[in-house]
């Protein structure tokens, strides 16, 4: 089956996010007086939880494991320090803090180009994506993506498939036409488990993943081509 679209993961595929996300996390703790401060280590082993909220809610049983009650109260702190963070990360984005990673805008405009349709399926949030996109391609960075699907739209988050699977849907392309991109063992899983060959670029934080069962394992997407894809793509075993 030909290559028909490309499928993009996010923080950490298309840019280099996680540095801007972990000093809003900080950020947003600090205004709300949580006591709570992140450092590089701890941040890469929370990244193994996908969601900036469930990755707090993780973090507080871990820290207070006495509250067994995660009821209102801690939801509603919870909703409220992904609000400060997200604000604080959008406004890092303005401040041009996070760049498209090698190769990414390249081949985007490249595949565009060539008739490949595009889609976003990620678990980070709609606003995220929108201030990302819009400072790194311009305002009018959907003209290439014809199916953005995240957080809002997806709320089971990978390595659950459910994301790509309505990516899929939405696309109305068979998951043997496309190639996901990933940096991630989570987002691997999900798109795998949607039956997605996975190109995978790691990033400092995920280096140390599994990546078993990936389509290509590269460092960043500098000089990658669409007819690389292509015969990678061509090269590929649908999974069963």
């Known amino acids: ?23 809003a996390f900080n950020q947003a703790f600090a205004q709300e007086g949580i006591g709570w401060q992140w450092d590089v280590p701890l941040y890469t082993q929370l990244l193994e939880v996908s969601g900036g909220k469930e990755r707090m809610l993780h973090y507080w049983k871990q820290v207070r494991p006495d509250v067994t009650d995660l009821g209102n109260r801690v939801q509603a702190t919870i909703a409220r ?18 760049q498209l990673r090698p190769g990414v805008l390249a081949l985007i405009e490249a595949a565009h180009a060539e008739g490949l349709r595009l889609a976003i ?16 391609i311009g305002p009018d960075w959907q003209r290439f993506f014809t ?33 996901a991109f990933e940096d991630s063992a989570n987002g691997l ?19 140390h993943h599994d990546f078993t069962g990936a389509l290509r394992v590269l460092p960043d997407l500098a000089g990658v081509s669409v007819a690389q894809l292509r015969e990678w793509h061509a090269q590929s075993t649908p999974q069963p």
């Open 121 to 136: 399926a990620t678990t980070t949030s709609a606003v995220n994506i929108v201030a990302l996109l819009r400072r790194a």
């Open 189 to 207: 899983m999900a798109a795998r488990t949607a039956k997605l060959a996975t190109i995978v670029t790691p990033n400092d934080f995920t280096a």
């Open 81 to 98: 320090l992904h609000e400060l963070k997200t604000a604080a990360y959008e406004q890092a984005v303005r401040d041009g803090a996070v």
């Open 147 to 179: 199916v953005v699907e995240d957080a809002s739209t997806a709320p089971r988050k990978k390595p659950d498939p459910m994301v790509y699977q309505q990516t899929l849907a939405r696309l109305a392309v068979p998951a043997a036409a496309c190639l």
């Open 1 to 23: 089956m030909t290559l028909q679209a490309l499928i993009f993961d996010v923080d950490g595929t298309l840019a280099d996010t996680e540095l801007a996300h972990l000093a």
